[in-house]
Each structure stands twice: as C-alpha cells, then as structure tokens.
C-alpha cells in the first residue's frame, strides 16, 4: 500500500518583463522576473485517481501570472507575489497554499553623458533579487526576501588566525588574505495577515533590500575581517537594527579562495607573503560558511 505523503504542482520559469511608460517625465522603467508558481491543495486524486477535474491547469497558472502583471504593479515584488498568490487561493475553494518564488533580473538604467538615458539600461551583474511568498489559507502571508549572486572581493583588510590546531591543520595562519564571496543572503518577515497588510507595508520591502545591500558591502569593504563568521554575523545584526519588520536574517557565504604562487623556482622571484602579487584564484573546493541570525530568544536554523 502506498499512500501520497505530499504534493504540489505548477508552472515554473515563466519568464515576464514589464514597462512601465512614464509620459509626462519622458522616462521608461523596466522589470524582467523569472516566476514560479506551485499549488497545494485538494488535488490528490490528480495523482491517485487520474482525475483532473482537481487540476487548474499549469497553462492557467502561467496565463494569471501574466494578466496579474498586466493588472497590478509588479514592484514590489513582495506585494506582487502577495497578490498573485492570494488569487489563487481565494479563486479556488480546494486550493489551500501557494507559493510563488520571483527572481528580478538586473536592469540598471545607463548613464550616457552623464546623464541617466530614458529607456537603455544595462545587466551589470547576474545579481538578483528573488522573493519566496507562501500564501497559506486561515494562516497568512510567508515573504522571504533576498540578495543572490552579489559577487565582492577585497584584497586586503581580511585575517584568519587563531583557528583549531591538530593533526589535520596544514592551513597557515594570515593576518592579510584576500576576501572574496558571492553573496546569498535572505530576510524572514514577520507573518502578515492579508494583501491589505502586505501593500500598507509597501515602502519597507525596497527599504529593506536597500538596506540590506548597502550593510553587506559597506560592512565586507570596511570591517578588518577576523573571518568570515565573525563579519557576516556583524552583517546579520545590522540589517535587523534596519529593518523590524524582520525576524531573521540568513547568509551563505562562499569563501572563494586565491591562493599565493610560489614563483621561487623561477631566478628566486619573491611573490608570497608581503611580496604576493600574482595569485591562483580557486574554483573549487570552497569554504561554504552559514549562519542565521535573530533577535534575542530566537533559535538559529541552518
Ligand atoms: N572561516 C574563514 O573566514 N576562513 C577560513 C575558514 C573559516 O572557517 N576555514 N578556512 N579558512
């Protein structure tokens, strides 16, 4: 005997831009997202019955986020996914959850000039901004937001000493590395109760990306490092101080290494330690450090 344990279902990379036309200023502004919908619901006998009667199909899906996006404001993405996912589980009585992940693309608007151009804009890095949103019926409005693929290096003000030492350790201990990671980082909100509550607190999500941007790199740029750890949880406190709406505060941090290059063998060339200029950037393998940080009584969760 087998039984269903859990399902979801829906219509994923569904691929969205927008412009909005500002007439009057003579500027254009633009919004490119990768949006993924999935159901929960009344729908097990889709899979146990054949019976698709239960099934909004994933063309449906894909054709309400498209007409949601033509309807309602996609910025923020957090009260776009709000929207979006509440449709869903108030149109249909045996939809009872759905959760809607948007990835916003980068389109920053060009300076030409030294002027920033109407309508041309520029994908300066594959940074992203992505929002989880998991609207559950008679429970509320889950936002997860986050920063992905915020790649930062630094080639000095980073140590690392003072680590456990065994008979595993071959690491030397530096008091001057280079730092170097691809940024994840993401903010829990507190639960909201309805899309009222999610757009009356509209302002808060751009502010809070911002702040969050701005406090990782300002915090990676300008912190002597003692390690990873230490500078990502300084991170973490700060984007809470900036934003109370938020719970916790993830981040993953990969450690990308450069590695010194013993050039000695070549007429004695000094290039380790004060002397390194030429380094082996490392692909693989990474440290890979996490942490989430909350406000006082708060359990991690990694
Ligand atoms: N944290 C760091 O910042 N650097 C490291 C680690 C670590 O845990 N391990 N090796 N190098």
Do not use: C, H
């Given at each position: 005997m087998s039984t269903l344990a859990a399902a979801r279902y829906g219509k994923d990379n569904v691929r969205v831009y927008k412009v909005h036309r500002d007439e009057k200023a003579g500027t254009q502004t633009v919004v490119e997202m990768t949006v993924c919908v999935l159901l929960e619901g009344d729908i097990q006998t889709s899979y146990?019955?054949?019976?698709?009667?239960?099934?909004?199909?994933?063309?449906?899906?894909?054709?309400t986020i498209y007409i949601t996006a033509k309807q309602q404001s996609v910025t923020t993405p957090e009260v776009f996914g709000s929207i979006l996912g509440t449709h869903f589980v108030e149109k249909y009585s045996h939809i009872h959850a759905a959760h809607v992940n948007i990835i916003t693309h980068r389109w920053v608007r060009m300076n030409i000039n030294g002027k920033p151009h109407p309508h041309s804009f520029i994908k300066d890095s594959p940074e992203t901004r992505n929002v989880q949103v998991d609207v559950v019926e008679g429970k509320g409005?889950?936002?997860?937001?986050?920063?992905n693929g915020l790649t930062v290096l630094k080639s000095t003000g980073s140590q690392f000493h003072g680590f456990l030492r065994d008979e595993f350790t071959t690491l030397k201990e530096t008091w001057d590395r280079i730092l170097s990671t691809d940024v994840t980082?993401?903010?829990?909100?507190?639960?909201?109760?309805?899309?009222?509550?999610?757009?009356?607190h509209t302002a808060k999500f751009d502010a809070a990306?911002?702040?969050?941007?701005?406090?990782?790199?300002?915090t990676f740029a300008e912190d002597n490092s003692a390690s990873v750890q230490?500078?990502?949880?300084?991170?973490?406190?700060l984007i809470l101080d900036a934003a109370p709406l938020v719970e916790t505060v993830e981040y993953a941090l990969p450690n990308n290494h450069y590695f010194e290059i013993d050039l000695s063998w070549h007429k004695g060339t000094k290039n380790t330690g004060k002397d390194a200029e030429?380094?082996?950037?490392?692909?693989?393998?990474?440290?890979?450090?996490k942490c989430t940080v909350g406000r006082a009584a708060q359990k991690a969760k990694l």
């Open positions: 146990t019955r054949a019976d698709n009667s239960v099934v909004v199909a994933t063309d449906s899906i894909k054709n409005i889950d936002i997860n937001s986050s920063i980082a993401n903010w829990q909100w507190r639960r909201f109760n309805s899309v009222a509550e999610v757009k009356s990306w911002e702040a969050a941007r701005n406090i990782t790199l300002k230490a500078t990502m949880y300084k991170m973490g406190e030429v380094y082996a950037p490392q692909s693989n393998p990474n440290g890979l450090i």
